[in-house]
Structures are given as C-alpha cells and as structure tokens.
C-alpha cells in the first residue's frame, strides 16, 4: 500500500501516533520524575541518606559534609569524562574511596518549571574528598512529588543513579516511625 495521507497506516496515522505518544511522554515525565515540588531554601539543611550508606549533612551555614562515602557517590563527585569507571579513585586516591568528603552547598533555584531538573538544585562545591584537596562542583537535584516526601537524585552520568532522602535520625524526617 502507498502512504497516502488520511489512509489508515500513511503519514496522518502515523503523524497522529507520535503526537500521542510525545504527549504521554510529557505527561509521565511532569508526573514521576525530577523536581515535582520545589522546596524552600530553608528546608534544605540537615542530615540526608543514601541506601548506599552515605551521609550527607548540608549545614545551615553552606557548609556540607559526606561521612561513609560509597565508591558510586565518589564516583560522581569526581567525574571523568571519558575514563573507565574509577579512574579518578585508582590514579588520584591510590584504588583507596575515601570516607569523606566537604565543602560548600548553596541552593540553585532558578525555574518556574518545577520538571526541569537543571534549573533547581543544590550545587556542592567541593573542597576535600579524603585527604585530596578537590575543586569541583557537582549538582544534587531535587526529587519529589510533595512537601512530605522530597529529597535529591544525582543524574545518571553512566549507568546509575543515586536518591537521598532525609535520614532516620534528622529532626526534620517526616516519616513516621514503624
């Protein structure tokens, strides 16, 4: 059969189905991902936890700490673009993850999109990861969908991604306790 716009399998149906499926798209991003409720500055500091154990405590005063660093979050505060997987940690740290890691954090909030991830964040500035003096900067976007139930994801730079969300102990969590 030819493509003939209006028959059923020509350009109209098949111009018909990409917009509908564009649409569902948009809509299942705006839904499930980044970013779907903005917290207030204010609410950020405390104590947050990743289930790969890290602890990052973003104090009141810009300041941030990582204790029990895991090598995928290490991994991520030292990016190198394209170098297999621990590059950074086998020539700069010795192959040894470093338990710590500090510097300065200082929210990034710039969109009225509360989807798009790139706008509304927390930007650390690193200072030390271990005993290795670092100056990079790396991003933490919000993620969530409501003032009770928020926290930050790292983009997926490789193959993985990590969640923070608010830790047990942090005055500040939410969840009711089991």
């Known amino acids: 059969m030819t493509n003939v716009p209006g028959r059923r399998g020509g350009t109209f149906f098949q111009t018909r189905r990409l917009v509908l499926a564009a649409v569902l798209g948009a809509a299942l991003l705006t839904a499930g991902c980044y970013n779907s409720y903005i917290p207030k500055a204010a609410d950020v500091p405390g104590k947050w936890c990743s289930p790969d154990g890290d602890v990052l405590t ?3 005063d810009g300041k941030f700490e990582v204790t029990s660093l895991s090598r995928a ?3 991520y505060l030292l990016p190198a673009e394209g170098y297999v997987d621990d590059y950074r940690i086998n020539t700069e740290l010795g192959g040894k993850v470093p ?3 500090s510097g300065t954090w200082k929210t ?3 969109g009225g999109d509360p989807t798009d991830a790139h706008d ?4 650390l500035t690193l200072e030390k990861v271990g005993t ?3 100056t990079g900067v790396v991003a933490l976007y919000f993620d969530g969908g409501s003032k009770e139930s928020w926290g930050f994801a790292t983009l997926p730079e490789s193959d993985f991604i ?3 969300d608010r830790c047990a102990t942090d005055p500040k969590n939410s969840a009711k306790p089991l």
């Open 58 to 60: 973003l104090a009141a």
């Open 73 to 75: 979050f290490t991994e």
């Open 99 to 101: 338990s710590t890691a």
């Open 108 to 110: 990034h909030l710039v």
């Open 120 to 123: 509304n964040s927390v930007m």
């Open 132 to 134: 290795h003096r670092e």
């Open 162 to 164: 990590r969640f923070f």
